[in-house]
């Protein structure tokens, strides 16, 4: 490695995900990594639209890069400043403009273009933008080699949405929903098996609506991969509860591997809001859709995503998103105020929402929320469950763990014990974690259901 490379990546694991591949891509190139900008030859900037000004955000961390790129230059030593993700995606006219020193705008469907664009960019100078959703799909051309480091791994396997709720960017940003095929999945599951992983988590921004090449939906999906040896846990995020078929709810029900949480999100608890926001569902289709799934698999963990305060939200409105958390119960959740995002439906509706009414709503829902949680994680003292150990804890003698609803355990107990699953008693619990004892020596490739 000759060259170093600062990436810095905001938003979903979906950007965490693409931030891996772009290293991958680069590496080839001489590219390792460094955290620190002054010793960068190129800083990646992968943005996330959903972020609260995230345009200005981006714009005065570009302006502190821009100093350092000018030292280096004058040092004799250049380096080369891109900006990925959404906000590129959607902003790309106004980085060129407002940042001409920026080398490379792409958005998140050509980070495979980016060795040609680097390329591109040393040779001509001059801004490289390439903000295409093409024909190809970059999964075809990122490379094989995967970085895994640890025991758990996030998997793409679909991007994009078509449902344009009101609130969101993501249909613009990220362009229709795409599926990957079902092989090249499973080829990277294996890679990722074999290279140490033992929990895969299944990433898309509408993961349930996926419909890859070979197995149809996710559920078969899900079933494939349980079928290789040494993946013992299987999780997928973010889903729709419009697409939470049948065949889905029973592979919660059927696939031991398939752990028992599942993030749902519902965003409001009123039919009207729910309407304003185009999600296509009500809050009683959700609750029913919670009977089915927990009558399918009883120990399921539910968390889901909110936003209080979309245009026309009233007392009332707010109300029954209270009344639906409380009939419902959640294990954790993400609560947000709305906030408008240039080009989408609800940032043109009229009857805005007051900021101290949403601010008002909010600490109450967090407060329902933060209970439910700690209540959730208090249930589990006296509980044994399998705990899949991914390191050492912060303090000596201790080892760290993931329990099945992923919430992080600590428990005294020997070391090296990376990459097994190890039956354990929950003996207390904070907001966050469980601490527990074992009950069990470790099984070192347990959970394990060989085709
Ligand atoms: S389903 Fe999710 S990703 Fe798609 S538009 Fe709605 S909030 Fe955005």
Known sequence: MTKRLLIRTWGCQMNVYDSERMAEVLAPLGFGPTEAPEEADMVILNTCHIREKAAEKLFS?????????????????????????????????????????????????????????????SRAGGLVLDTDFPEESKFDHLPEARTQQGVTAFLTVQEGCDKFCSFCVVPYTRGAETSRPAAAVLAEAR?????????????????????????????????????IPGLARIRYTTSHPRDMGDDLIAAHRDIPQLMPMLHLP????????????????????YRRLVDRLREARPDLALTSDFIVGHPGETDADHEATMQLVRDIGFAGAFSFKYSAR?????S?????????V?????????????????????????????VLVTGPGR??????????????????????????????????????????VLKDSAKPLPEQHAA
């Open 61 to 121: 961390e570009l302006g502190r890069l821009r100093l350092v790129k000018e030292e280096r230059r004058q040092a004799g030593r250049d380096m080369v400043l891109a900006v990925a993700g959404c906000v590129a995606q959607a902003e790309g006219a106004e980085i060129a403009a407002r940042a001409p020193y920026v080398d490379i705008v792409m958005g998140p469907q050509t980070i495979h273009r980016l060795p040609e664009m680097v390329a591109r960019a």
């Open 191 to 227: 890679r990722l098996v074999e290279a140490g992983a033992r929990e895969i988590t299944l990433l898309g921004q509408n993961v349930n609506a996926y419909h890859g090449e070979g197995v149809g939906g996710l559920s078969g999906l899900v079933r494939a991969l349980a079928e």
């Open 266 to 285: 519902v965003q409001s608890g009123s039919d009207r809001v729910l309407q304003a926001m185009n999600r296509g569902h009500t809050a009683d289709e």
């Open 342 to 346: 240039p080009g989408t439906p609800a």
């Open 348 to 356: 043109r509706a009229p009857l805005q929402v007051a900021e101290a």
């Open 358 to 386: 949403k601010d008002a709503r909010l600490a109450e829902l967090q407060a329902l929320l933060a209970e439910q949680q700690r209540g959730f994680n208090a249930a589990r003292v006296g509980q044994e469950f399998d």
């Open 395 to 436: 303090h000596p003698g201790q080892i760290a763990g993931r329990s099945p609803w992923l919430q992080a355990v600590h428990a005294e107990g020997p070391q090296g014990l990376e990459g097994s699953i190890i039956r354990m008693q929950a003996v207390s619990a904070t907001a966050n974690s469980l601490t527990c």
